[in-house]
C-alpha cells in the first residue's frame, strides 16, 4: 500500500492542523501510525490507531491534544492535532502495517512495527 500525507503548513502556538494519511488501497486490514521527525533528532512515535478503531495510543507529549481517526471506506487516516506548541514543529509520517492477532502500544510505537511509509508532511508551530 502507498501513503500520502497531506495538510501540513505553519501555525502559531496553541491553534490547530488536520493531517490526512490518504492510502493507495484498502487499510480495512491494517494498522495505521502516526511518527514525527525534528530537525537533528530521531524519528518518533506520535498516535496508532489499529485496523478496526477499537484501540488508540498516543505518545505522552500529545495526549489530550491530538486525536488520531480513520474512515476506511475512504482509505484514510487523519491527525486533528489541537493546542499545537512549538515542540510539535517536524516532518509528520504516516505508517501502515498489516494488522496483527496481538497489536499493541509496545509494538505500534515502534518505528520498525510498520512496513509501509508515506512522505511526511512538514508542520511549522511559531511561538
Known amino acids: 500500500v502507498q501513503l500520502q500525507a497531506s495538510g501540513g503548513g505553519l501555525v502559531q502556538a496553541g491553534g490547530s492542523l488536520k493531517l490526512s494519511c490518504a492510502a493507495s488501497g484498502s487499510i480495512s486490514n491494517y494498522d495505521m501510525g502516526w511518527f514525527r521527525q525534528a530537525p537533528g533528532k530521531e524519528r518518533e512515535f506520535v498516535s496508532a490507531i489499529i485496523w478496526n478503531s477499537n484501540r488508540r495510543y498516543y505518545s505522552d507529549s500529545v495526549k489530550g491534544r491530538f486525536t488520531v481517526s480513520r474512515e476506511n471506506a475512504k482509505r484514510t487516516v487523519y491527525l486533528q492535532m489541537n493546542n499545537l506548541k512549538a515542540e510539535d514543529t517536524a516532518v509528520y509520517y504516516c505508517?501502515?502495517?498489516?494488522?496483527?492477532?496481538?497489536?499493541?502500544?509496545?509494538?505500534?510505537?515502534?518505528?520498525?512495527?510498520?512496513?509501509?511509509w508515506g512522505q511526511g508532511t512538514l508542520v511549522t508551530v511559531s511561538s
Open positions: 505508517a501502515a502495517n498489516s494488522r496483527r492477532i496481538s497489536s499493541n502500544q509496545s509494538i505500534l510505537n515502534k518505528v520498525d512495527g510498520y512496513a509501509y
